[in-house]
């Protein structure tokens, strides 16, 4: 018989877009609502780049939600060219921050002031490996010469490779991989090398971004792949293995900048982030498996306890909403106006 409910440890996400003002007010309570922790992206405008940043921030997020939400942010430093090893130090010795972000400089959202060559943090990451410190990577080189579709598979062979052999102590999330490239990289690695996954990388391939016309909603940064690399994450997701853990890359945007003649890279997943990967787990015959991959592996390779308590989905059908609009700013969830098979009990 199909199980009518599942109770699971208490999740996280480990990589999400909380933003900052009106729109983290607007998206914080979805993200805290599904999860008790998450690692928040830097890439404000201007980024979090300094321990009082990431201080000052971290209380405006908290300041967002309702004073009983339970809900910890895991705080990340912006790495620059003129990252500071002893100011990431600090954040990280006086618990302001879990880890340090790299973004290749114009990778992404808010990415212009991110690193140009990688040799120039090299300090940083000695020292990030001395004290132990997690590095999260957006894994895409940006030349132009590199086809957009290849910049996170290049960046493996070319970036990640050296890296993981000139620091081999140091410890990597290679977030939101989306091909069979990184997947198989990560899976061979040392245990000191992880990944994040999804839900978009999951459910969709790059057909999705053409489906009857062009589809902002389904345009993020690594962009979805083909065929075959969703198949490679869904099975790495899947295999039970501790190196891959769950991280939504939630990135919202307004509705009018991702309906634009450019619109933004980003997908707003988080409302309805555990239903859409309970999906794919079921799907994939691994419903089993959707515990350590939300609430165990995570929090293990970060070397932070387990949650407490139990959240319960129920297999009941939820529809999700064309948009969403909280204080004036409207939003379009991932998996607009369609039906998932699985909903987050209320508390
Ligand atoms: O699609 C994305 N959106 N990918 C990123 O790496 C950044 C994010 C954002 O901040 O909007
Ligand atoms: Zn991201």
Redesign the pocket.
């Known amino acids: 018989m199909a199980l009518e409910s599942l109770a699971l440890r208490r999740p996280d996400d480990w990589h999400v877009?909380l933003r900052d003002g009106d729109m983290l007010a607007a998206v914080a309570p979805w993200t805290a609502r599904q999860f008790a922790r998450a690692i928040v992206?830097p890439?404000l405008d201007p980024p979090v780049t300094s321990v009082a940043a990431a201080a000052g921030y971290r209380a405006r997020i908290l300041g967002a939600l309702a004073p009983d939400s339970g809900f910890e942010p895991l705080m990340t430093c912006y790495l620059t060219d003129q990252a500071d090893p002893d100011e990431i130090e600090r954040g990280f010795r006086e618990h302001v921050w879990v880890a340090a972000k790299l973004y290749p400089a114009n990778a992404?959202?808010?990415s212009a002031l991110g690193v140009t060559d990688i040799a120039n943090i090299y300090p940083a990451l000695e020292r990030m490996q001395a004290c132990r410190m997690v590095l999260c990577v957006?894994g895409e080189v940006t030349v132009p010469q590199v086809d957009v579709f290849d910049r996170e598979a290049v960046f493996v062979e070319r970036v990640l490779a050296r890296l993981v052999r000139d620091l081999p102590e140091l410890r990597i999330v290679l977030e939101h991989i989306t091909t069979q490239e990184a997947a198989d990289f990560v899976e061979h690695a040392g245990p000191n090398i992880a990944a994040t996954i999804t839900p978009q990388h999951l459910h969709l391939n790059r057909n999705a971004l053409f489906a009857g016309g062009l589809r902002p909603h389904a345009y993020?940064?690594p962009v979805v792949k083909r065929e075959r690399h969703r198949q490679a994450v869904r099975a790495a997701a899947t295999s039970g293995s501790p190196k891959f853990f769950l991280g939504t890359?939630s990135?919202p945007?307004p509705r009018h900048a991702k309906e634009s003649a450019c619109g933004?890279?980003?997908?707003f997943n988080a409302p309805f982030a555990l239903e859409s990967y309970a999906t794919v787990f079921e799907e994939e015959g691994a419903i089993d498996r959707l515990e350590g991959f939300a609430s165990e592996h995570g929090a293990r390779f970060y070397g932070i306890e387990l949650n407490q308590g139990t959240i319960v989905l129920d297999r009941v059908d939820v529809e999700v909403p064309e948009r969403i609009t909280t204080g004036g700013i409207e939003l379009v969830p991932f998996h607009a106006g369609q039906r998932l098979g699985w909903r987050l009990a209320a508390e």
């Open positions: 877009h992206m890439n992404t959202t808010n957006h993020c940064l890359d990135a945007h933004c890279a980003g997908i």
